[in-house]
């Protein structure tokens, strides 16, 4: 039989075969925030130029038995045509607005990261999901690094499901809680926070890059090999990532962050990577008393709250995941003595809405250069669509005269720096979307095709809209 094993290089055959494995202690500084090494302290990071963030860590790394033996065991190999082509069952959260954003619930053997702001309701999705799961009849595991016991069921009691039958963890080692969850036999497993277990074995504080990395590895190699499905949640950074930027992203299957836009009720989860699904999907969950509620009709209950007499509102439909979504734009404009007077954005960039606001003043006459002015979307949802353009323009010059924008009418379409209004993505689908929750005229880019049950007003340029729009 012909050996596997590779000739020993000149350096292998200088050393004795039987020498014991090489330990070798890495000392430095590592980024907390973005993971760069380096041998010797300094007050910034080189990577991510931010200040302060260096932790002096010691790692000690073993080299492989096996390698330094100079003998390789090959790997295991697979025929393509020999692996199942079923994608094998999903299995649902019986939460649709979860479901919806994982592709169609969760994939077995997968691992999902969720992330968002403290407080946001990471925790309380988990333990949702966790009770429902394991009411229908899967074995889950809930490692609470985070909480005690006590405090996940009293949580659990508030949420309706304090008697589901859900084994918690309550555990800081992440190898002994991943032991525990297959010990139980459990085929899903939730890690509430992946900041708050740590790596044993390794010299660096929990929550930091190199735990984190660590963590993550494992976890990979956990969900794959025994088929258990497992989702970790993770706290962003003030910069708005998860903490230890991308270290994780690139090794789970799915990234699904929570954001809303400060004082909504309303959640919104976002896949901004899913290798089972589209990317940018999103659910929207409100926040109440009973935890988070799926919205089943999210256009509606961004617009619960509309009103048609008052000046600076402005309505819209953008497109979030496969789905149209209708919402408004609020904008607020008041006199001001300062010299230079304040631009508060909430829900879009405050960039853009500087932006908008010279666009008006240059191309639609409308200058607000002695005014504060504050602009805000419904139901703390963030823009980002930029076919919202022509609506957050709208809301300005009705807030700049305090005058309303004419009744049940939309308005649709990116703005230039021309002040041309330019064609948006998808107009169809969101013209239907108007239409459904009860919109009758909509302002939209020159040249859109016409849509059943809604009358187009098309506009060329800023100036057209801003007649259009008089009431
Ligand atoms: P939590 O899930 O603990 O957030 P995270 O895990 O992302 O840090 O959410 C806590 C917030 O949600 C807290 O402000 C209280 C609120 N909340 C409700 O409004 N209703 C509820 O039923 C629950 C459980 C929490
Ligand atoms: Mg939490």
Known sequence: MRCLAPCPTRSQRDRPVDSP???????????????????????????????????????????????????????????????????????????????????????????????????????????????????????????????????????????????????????????????????????????????????????????????????????????????????????????????????????VDAVLYFENAEGGSVRVLRAIKNRFGATDEVGVFEMTGEGLQSVENPSSALLESHDADASGCAVTAVIEGSRPLALEVQALAVPTNLASPRRIASGLETSRLHLLLAVLARRGGVNTGAMDVVASVSGGMRLRDTGADLAILAALASAASDQPLPRATACLGEVALSGAVRPVHQVQRRLAELSRVGFKRCLVPNGTPAVDGIVLIPVRNVRDALQSLHR
């Open 21 to 251: 494995p090489m330990a070798r202690a890495a000392r430095g500084f590592r980024c907390r925030e973005c993971g760069w090494a380096t041998p010797a302290y300094v007050g910034r990071c080189a990577q991510c130029q931010a200040w302060n963030t260096l932790d002096q860590f010691t790692e000690t790394q073993r080299s492989g038995p096996a390698r330094s033996a100079g003998v390789v065991v090959p790997g295991r190999t697979v025929r393509l045509a020999d692996v199942p082509d079923e994608p094998g069952r999903r299995l649902s959260t019986e939460i649709p607005e979860f479901d919806r954003v994982l592709g169609g619930g969760l994939v077995p053997g997968s691992l999902v990261l969720v992330g968002g702001d403290p407080g946001i309701g990471k925790s309380t999705l988990m333990l949702q999901a966790a009770a429902r799961l394991a009411q229908r009849g899967t074995v889950v595991a809930y490692v609470c690094g985070e909480e005690s016991p006590r405090q996940v069921r009293l949580r659990a009691t508030r949420l309706g499901v304090g008697e589901a039958p859900v084994t918690l963890i309550p555990e800081s080692s992440l190898d002994a809680a991943l032991a525990a969850a297959e010990g139980a036999g459990a085929s899903v497993v939730i890690i509430d926070s992946i900041q708050s277990v740590y790596v044993e074995g390794l010299d660096t504080r929990s929550g930091g890059p190199a735990q984190l990395s660590e963590a993550g590895a494992r976890l990979v190699a956990f969900s794959k090999t025994n088929e258990i499905t497992t989702i970790v949640t993770g706290h962003v950074t003030k910069s708005g990532e998860i903490a230890g930027p991308r270290l994780l992203e690139h090794l």
